[in-house]
Every structure is written in C-alpha cells, then in structure tokens.
C-alpha cells in the first residue's frame, strides 16, 4: 500500500469513529460521563483528521501511519462499547449517579463510566493510561497534549454483568470494583524487598535438598515459584482489600452479593483458584472485616446492629437473617481450599504473606476515607424501618415518622433492606408460587430503583431550598 | 363521602403506615397540599409512539397482537432531572407522577390538571379517577391542546390530587397498573370482552399482513 493510501484509510477510519462517537453521544445517559468520554473520543479524531489536513504526518515513515491506524481500530472504536453499554436503557439509571459519586469521593479525580457487558461478572478497566502514551507518541506532542487536558487523571470504565441490570441490590459489588483502584496506593506502601525475601523464605522451607535434591533445579524451582508468588499475593491482597472498601460502603449487602455471585459464577465447592482467592477465603474475610465494623458477630454468625426494641416481625427477620448467616458457618471452617493453596509452594508462600496482611489491610481501608463510611449505627436506625416499607409495597426512600418528621437515609441503607427484603420474605414465596415470585422480584427491583430516584431528588430539593433560604435571608451578622 | 380539606389530607397522611394515605416524597408540604388537593410532580420517564410502526389500534384483535403491537409501537424515553421534554401540539404522550403513592381502602382520588399548566393548554390526565387501594405512580396522559410546544422539566408541579373518602364498607381494588414506578404501558387488551365485541379477525381484513417481522398470533 502506498503512504498516500495508508493515509487515506487513517483519515477514513478517525471519520468513522467520529461519527460513530457524535451519533452515541446523543442517546440518553444516567449521567453526562458517557457522553463526554464519546464527544473525547470524537475530539481525538477530529484532532487527528485535523493534523493529516495540516501535513503533520506527511513526513512520518509509513510504519507509523500503520500502527496509528491499527490503535484506532483496535484501542479506540472498541471504547466507543463503554458508551454504548452506559445509555439509560442498559443501566439501572437511577442507581449510576450515586455509585458515580461514591467512586469520585473515594478516587479523587477519577471518572467513572458505568456500563453493561455480556459476562457474567464485574468488571473495571482504566481508559486514560491506554490512550495517553500512544497519542502523546503522535506528531505535534503538544497538541495532543492540550486533547488530553479535557479528560479527567483517570477513567474508570466498571462493568456490571447485563442479565442482571434489574436486581439493583446485586450492583453493590460495582464498590468492589471501585475498591480494586484503592489497591495500588496500599501495595505501593509495601517494601517490595521484604515481601520478596518473606515468600523466597517461605518458599525455601517447602522447596529443600529432600523434595529437590538437585541444586540447579532447586534454584530454578524456587526462582519460578517466586515470580508466581509474588504475582498471587499482589492480586490476593488486591481482591481482598477491595472486599473490605466494598464493606465500608455498603455494610453486609457486600457479604450477601459476594455470596450471590459465588453460588452463581462458580460453585463454591470447587476447589479452585486462580488469581482471585478461593471463594471460601473471601467470605471468611468478608466476615471478619463485618466484625470489626460491628455488622455482625462472627463468633456467633449472626447480625449485631438490629434494634432491641424491634416489633415481633422485625425480631424474626433478624432470626432468618441469623440463620442465613449460620449457612456460611460450614462453608468458612471447609479448609479444604487451604490444603490445596498449600500444595504448592508459590500459593503456599503468597497465601501465607497474604494471611499475615489481612487485619492490617482492614487498618488500612479503615484509615482510607475522608469521610464517615456506612456505619452500624446507620443500618440499625434505618434499615428496619425501610424493610418494614418495602413490605408495605412502598419505595425504602425516606423513613417518615410524621409528614413533617422525616428522615433521609443513606444508599446503603436502601440496599441493604432490598437484601434483607430478597432472604427473609421470597425464598418462602417461590416454594408456593413461582410466577408470583417472579413477579415480585420484578416489583422489588421497581421499588428500589423508585427510592433511590426519590431519595436524590429529595436531596437535591432540599439543598435547593436551604441556598434559597440562604439567599433569602441574606448575610448573617 | 366528601372532598378531603387541607386538615383531613393532613390527617390522612400522618396515620400510622398501615392506614396511612402515602405519597412520597412531598418535597414541600406547605408548597403542595392546598384546601381541597395536593400538587403532583412530573416523573422522569415518558411513552412516546413511534407512528410509522403502528397499523392500528384494534384491542380486539386480541391480547397478545395487542402487547406485542404496543411494545413494539410504543418506547421509553428517559429524562435526567434539568433535562428538558419537549411536547409538541396535539402530540399525546404518556408521563408519570414522581411520587409513588398508597391509597388505603377507605379513600379515593381524582387527578386533574393544574390550571395554571391547563392555560397553557396542557392536559395531564383523561383517565382521572384513581381507586381505594392502588399503590404505585401514576401514569399522566400529556397532551398539548395549545399551540406552541411546551418545555416541560421533571419536577414540575404539573397535576393535583383531589382525594375522598369512600362510604360504606371499603374494598381494596387490584390494579393491573399496581406497584408501577414509572409511566405504563396501556393494558386495554387484558379485558376480556374486548374479543365478544370487536369484529371477528380473517387474515385479510388483518392489516399487520402488510407490515414486516409480524408478531406471531399464535
């Protein structure tokens, strides 16, 4: 192909993705996130167009002209998916800008663009690291630079899996996702020599003249296991320090999800693992890191935030509750994933590094944030009243003592009573009638997405009204 | 039975919850609840009609043509808050009320038009009367009578409940509308006398025959 043609089909290809881009922008979003990363996504290959136009790339080797054509149909047009996946009509609307504004106060600076995907399972991928070294590499360095300035330090793409847009109390697992960016800024905290001399130590007492006589072999053995070690504990402690930021944000709905999604993605019977940790291990942390927050008691597996005062109804929810709780008794005392983590000596050592990280990985999360996480103060005051709402057929936005004695409460709380809703009442119903249940399963999701719509809008009405009386009654003396 | 005043619209709404008449969120009580009605608010989701899709409106061609017609006929759009909806002249589309709402059994209500929107030439709703019982969100049929298109916004006060009670030993009715959120869909076609009325169906009198990806009949 010549350079004049390779140009040509450049410059055809930046005009496809823009169009693709402008077209995108126009749908309707939960937010204006997509939408601006789209009309970014058309700036870079307007920009692009642009500087062909001025001759930029007229005196660049073809070869570059080549891969600049290949990063922008393999790096950018498939972005365009994380736009198209965040319309209004492929999320649960009113759910996104609340987990946007929990993801922006917990990464400062970040943007979050959440969308739907075909897997089954949640997801997050950064789109600014991917596309500032190859545009930066460009001709005219400083313009592209000045395109780069629009675009927020980091955005987060997360994804969440698409069958299961509706059951909004699920997407509690999207804080998960948030929390794996929370990850980097405790493992860059470590010393990497001593965590590598610790597992070179633990791999060394599994790896011995008895089991390898050979000493090149040893050598070899214990230099591989190192690596892979390494590699398991790095993405352990991420997995498991995003699970404790999860349970800051959302309390137990994080264990309820997490256990939701085990059964369903993987049997947590199967004695596996790969990068992630076996599931067992993560409902054990999952439940430790509950403890300490005064969820639950792990000693007793059972809710420790329930009011003393509760109705007789409300008494026998925190009963089921307690007795779902129970169910994961067997399954965190089931060593069985342990023994085969410890058949190797590169899991055995990263899993033992692991082990010793976990009570000062929960300091850590606790220590993270500027702002009062959910509490079990907040979940004992509001989520009994909301659960009683929900089963009055009515919205858990707002708990309403009186017309005028109300309270706002906390999208944690929200979710959590949908959780509490979906254990104690429907398990029961399917049994007797599973069109019923199918039906209120679909009113449930209704009713959360409805009370989540109203408890922002409340909140906003009211800033409004306190800015007006601000305004109205003018400066204070 | 009689039209519920302020005093009594106040005292319905602070029952215990069980007996209470909900409506939720009342963002402003003093700004929404008047002598005899109480403001609604606009929702964020409409129901628009995509004309060059639609044959007819025939309830008794039956109900699975009927829904499937409407669901391909009809979509939602959704609008953020600040986000403005167009209505057009004479264009008819269905929104709801933001509040959700919980009648018990011994009150009834009309929604009617704000007269304020009303001289604008908006109208709100057709089908007005709402039953002891009924809980969800309402669905407002929107139509513009004026003659300029109006720019609506949700969270405008555009509707108001005028709330009754019901005489003698109250029933609670079971709306096909029950529990929605949003605006809904029509379910005419779940009468069932609409087949004992309507003209019987021979495939050439069937005018979806010349419309492509038919809905199967069967």
């Known amino acids: 192909m010549s350079k004049s043609a390779a140009l040509a089909g450049l410059f055809l290809k930046a005009e496809e993705i823009r169009t693709h881009a402008d077209r995108l922008s126009l749908v309707p979003f939960p937010s204006e996130r997509p939408k601006d990363f789209a009309l970014f996504l058309s700036n870079v290959c307007r920009k692009l167009q642009s500087l062909i136009k001025q001759g930029h790339f007229d005196n660049v080797d073809e070869r570059v002209i080549t891969i600049t054509t290949i990063f922008l149909v393999d790096e950018v047009a498939p972005m365009l998916r994380y736009v198209e996946g965040a319309s209004s009509e492929n999320t649960p609307a009113n759910l996104v800008l609340p987990m946007e504004k929990i993801g922006e106060r917990i990464i400062k600076g970040a943007t979050f663009i959440i969308r739907r995907q075909w897997h089954y399972n949640y997801a997050a991928v950064e789109l600014r690291s991917t596309l500032e070294p190859r545009l930066t590499s460009l001709p005219a360095k400083n313009e592209w630079q000045d395109v780069l300035r629009k675009l927020r330090t980091q955005v987060y793409a997360i994804s969440f899996p698409y069958l299961e847009r509706d059951n909004t109390a699920l997407h509690v697992s999207l804080a998960h996702e948030i929390g794996h960016q929370v990850a980097p800024s405790y493992l860059s905290k470590e010393d990497e020599t001593e965590v590598l001399d610790e597992l070179h130590g633990e791999i060394q007492k599994m790896v011995t003249t008895v089991t390898t006589p050979d000493r090149v072999q040893r050598a070899e053995e214990i230099g591989r296991s190192l690596t892979r070690a390494y590699q398991l504990r790095q993405a352990a402690l991420t997995e498991l320090l995003s699970d404790t930021i999860s349970a800051h944000v959302f309390g137990p709905s994080v264990l309820f999800a997490l256990y939701e999604i085990a059964s369903l993605s993987e049997s947590i019977d199967k004695i596996s693992f790969d990068m992630h940790p076996p599931w067992r291990l993560r409902i054990d942390h999952m439940l430790d890191t509950l403890d300490d927050l005064g969820f639950v008691n792990k000693q007793s597996f059972s809710l420790s935030c329930w009011p003393e005062t509760a109705s007789p109804a409300l008494r026998e929810v925190k009963s089921e509750i307690d007795r779902w709780l129970g169910r994961l008794e067997p399954i965190v005392s089931d060593w069985r994933d342990r023994v085969e983590v410890n058949k190797e000596p590169s899991s055995s050592s990263a899993y033992i590094s692991a082990y010793r990280k976990l009570a000062d990985l929960r300091k850590f999360a606790a220590g993270y944030f500027l702002y009062p996480p959910y509490s079990q103060d907040m979940f004992r005051k509001e989520v009994p009243m909301l659960l009683e709402r929900l089963q009055m057929d009515l919205p858990p936005n707002q708990i309403e003592q009186h017309l005028t004695q109300t309270r706002d409460v906390s999208l944690a709380s929200i979710l959590a009573s949908v959780w509490l809703y979906k254990l104690t009442s429907l398990p029961s119903l399917f049994e007797r009638d599973p069109e019923g249940y199918a039906k209120r399963v679909h009113t449930l999701n209704r009713l959360t997405l409805k009370a989540i719509e109203l408890s922002e809008v409340k909140r906003e009405y009211q800033e409004w009204q306190r800015k007006r009386g601000a305004e109205t009654r003018g400066p204070t003396e | ?218």
């Not at chain 2, 499937?68 to 008819?92: G, N, T």
């Not at chain 2, 969800?136 to 409940?161: F, I, K, M, W």
């Open chain 2, 1 to 218: 039975m009689g039209l519920l005043s302020k005093a009594h619209i106040y005292k319905w709404l602070n029952k215990p919850l069980d007996q209470r008449l909900v409506i939720t969120p009342i963002l402003d009580p003093e700004e929404q609840i008047h002598e005899g009605s109480v403001d609604l608010r606009l929702g964020t989701t409409f129901i628009l009609t995509q004309k060059t899709e639609f044959p007819q409106m025939d309830p008794a061609r039956g109900w699975e043509v009927l829904a499937k017609e409407i669901r391909r006929c009809q979509f939602r759009v959704s609008k953020r808050l600040h986000k403005k909806f167009i209505l057009h002249p004479q264009q008819l589309v269905l929104g709801g009320t933001l509040e959700y709402l919980s009648f018990p059994a011994g009150l009834g209500g009309y929604v009617l038009s704000r007269s304020s929107w009303g001289r604008q030439g908006l109208v709100i709703a057709t089908a007005t009367f709402v039953n002891p019982g009924f809980k969800g969100c309402l669905t407002l049929e929107l139509l513009n009578l004026g003659e300029v298109p109006l720019v609506l916004y949700p969270g405008y006060r555009v509707a108001q409940l005028v709330l009754h009670t019901v005489s003698g030993k109250p029933g609670v009715h079971k709306s096909r509308y029950q529990y929605a959120t949003e605006p809904e869909f029509s379910r005419v076609y779940e009468d069932p006398e609409l087949e004992l009325w309507g003209e019987p169906v021979t495939p050439s009198s069937d005018p979806r025959a010349c419309l492509p990806n038919q809905p199967s009949r069967e």
